[in-house]
T-cell receptor, first 112, second 110 residues
Framework: KAGVTQTPRYLIKTRGQQVTLSCSPISGHRSVSWYQQTPGQGLQFLFE???????NKGNFPGRFSGRQFSNSRSEMNVSTLELGDSALYLCASNRDNGDTQYFGPGTRLTVL | EDQVTQSPEALRLQEGESSSLNCSYT??????LFWYRQDPGKGPEFLFT???AGEEKEKERLKATLTKKESFLHITAPKPEDSATYLCAVQGTGAQKLVFGQGTRLTINP
């Protein structure tokens, strides 16, 4: 069974630009969650989508947004990039609440 | 607010030297406690899920245990390939998000 896939794996952007990251969940998984990982803050929850609806949201500014498509694939968007947005962005999928979340390899975003 | 504290931050062991990693947590109703392993530059790899105090799970050289306030990840006779960062996370009832600790960076010297 194929795991969670994320594209692209690496991105370099400059301040003020916007970026879109993509996540394909494990087949049959309807929930997709996004996390940001930095050396200082560790892994922090961004938001979760289930059946194309945002069901949970973490404490991040409105510059961070996402969506989910009918095939459960998800995208997250960061607008007006700041230096502090440099991080590893991880996507995780599961069937529903309470089930184990399985993570993808992440997208490494560098903001210059 | 849910919180997870892992100790130690880093641990260096000789091959074959057994030890334990600690994960202390506070959560308003525990739905599950999760252990992941993360190698540099990669996403977390799932190891165990524990749901209630007293529960134990084993996989090869790893054994995870759970009490009402903490979880331990016991590593028996580790090998160099066990070197990684081990992450603990909790999920509260009614919540989807995982709250992670800062991790324990484990190094096994041959």
């Amino acid at each position: 069974k194929a795991g969670v896939t994320q594209t692209p794996r690496y991105l370099i952007k400059t301040r003020g630009q916007q970026v879109t990251l993509s996540c394909s969940p494990i087949s049959g998984h309807r929930s997709v969650s996004w996390y940001q990982q930095t050396p200082g803050q560790g892994l922090q929850f961004l938001f979760e989508y289930f059946s194309e609806t945002q069901r949970n949201k973490g404490n991040f500014p409105g510059r961070f947004s996402g969506r989910q498509f009918s095939n459960s694939r998800s995208e997250m968007n960061v607008s007006t990039l700041e230096l502090g947005d440099s991080a590893l962005y991880l996507c995780a999928s599961n069937r529903d609440n309470g089930d184990t979340q399985y993570f993808g390899p992440g997208t490494r975003l560098t903001v210059l | 607010e849910d919180q997870v504290t892992q100790s130690p931050e880093a641990l260096r062991l000789q091959e074959g030297e057994s030890s334990s990693l600690n994960c202390s947590y506070t959560v308003s109703g525990l739905r599950g406690l999760f252990w992941y392993r993360q190698d540099p530059g990669k996403g977390p790899e799932f190891l165990f899920t524990l749901y209630s105090a007293g529960e134990e799970k084993e996989k090869e050289r790893l054994k995870a245990t759970l009490t009402k306030k903490e979880s331990f990840l016991h590593i028996t006779a580790p090998k160099p390939e066990d070197s990684a960062t081990y992450l603990c996370a909790v999920q509260g009832t009614g919540a989807q998000k995982l709250v992670f600790g800062q991790g324990t960076r484990l190094t096994i010297n041959p």
